[in-house]
């Protein structure tokens, strides 16, 4: 059972490049979630996704794109990178149904998308 | 102005010692939870609290909610090396956007061997 899964690992990219943050799930949830993480601002929320076909902005959302192509799948795509985009990008996925958080939800997070923007 | 103050940010203590984290906040949650975060992972859920006052244990671990159901801590026995990591509190706030997490900046912990 693989989890979360997100690709690439690592990436490099010059100002101006677009490239687009893989992330699929096989827990069957029905939410997804996008976050970065940055040294010292913990970890904030781009964008998520309630259900298939639904998506909603998050706290950080400028700059950033998602795609919600299947139950499985949550992708994250830079149209033009920018030196302030460097950071440690996670998905998560999340049990339970419904755009609301309870006690009862649980995030299940990727291992994350290191992502240098020069 | 950050939702959710962790404290301290950085802790070094010697195998054996016990430490305090705290996660402090002057709004009222729904529910916390406490994650632990190994480098070149993601965060992963280590406890969910929901009742004010609330105390749960997890082997070595002691989570508690405040009364008033704005403050938690996570009191560690007997560290060991094993416990090192970056550990984070994150909750729903009652009454606010109760469809995202609120995320702590994180506390940083090392035991040494």
């Known amino acids: 059972n693989a989890g979360v899964t997100q690709t690439p690992k690592f990436q490099v990219l010059k100002t101006g490049q677009s490239m687009t943050l893989q992330c699929a799930q096989d827990m069957n949830h029905n939410s997804m979630y996008w976050y970065r993480q940055d040294p010292g601002m913990g970890l904030r929320l781009i964008y998520y996704?309630?259900?298939?076909?639904?998506?909603d902005k998050g706290e950080v959302p400028n700059g950033y794109n998602v795609s919600r192509l299947n139950k499985r799948e949550f992708s994250l795509r830079l149209e033009s990178a920018a030196p302030s985009q460097t950071s440690v990008y996670f998905c998560a996925s999340v049990t339970g149904t419904g755009i609301f958080l309870t006690a009862k939800n649980i995030q299940y997070f990727g291992a994350g998308t290191r992502l240098s923007v020069l | 102005t950050q939702l959710l103050e962790q404290s301290p940010q950085f802790l070094s203590i010697q195998e054996g010692e016990n430490l305090t984290v705290y996660c402090n906040s002057s709004?009222?949650?729904?529910?916390l939870q406490w994650y632990r975060q190994e480098p070149g992972e993601g965060p992963v859920l280590l406890v969910t609290v929901v009742t004010g006052g609330e105390v749960k244990k997890l082997k070595r671990l002691t989570f508690q909610f405040g009364d008033a159901r704005k403050d938690s801590s996570l009191h560690i026995t007997a560290a060991q090396p094993g416990d090192t990591g970056l550990y984070l509190c994150?909750?729903?706030?009652?009454?606010?956007?109760?469809?995202?997490?609120?995320f702590g900046k994180g506390t940083l912990l090392t035991v040494n061997p």
């Open positions: 996704s309630a259900s298939e076909g639904t998506t």
């Open positions: 709004s009222v949650f729904s529910s």
């Open positions: 994150a909750g729903v706030r009652s009454g606010g956007s109760n469809y995202k997490l609120t």
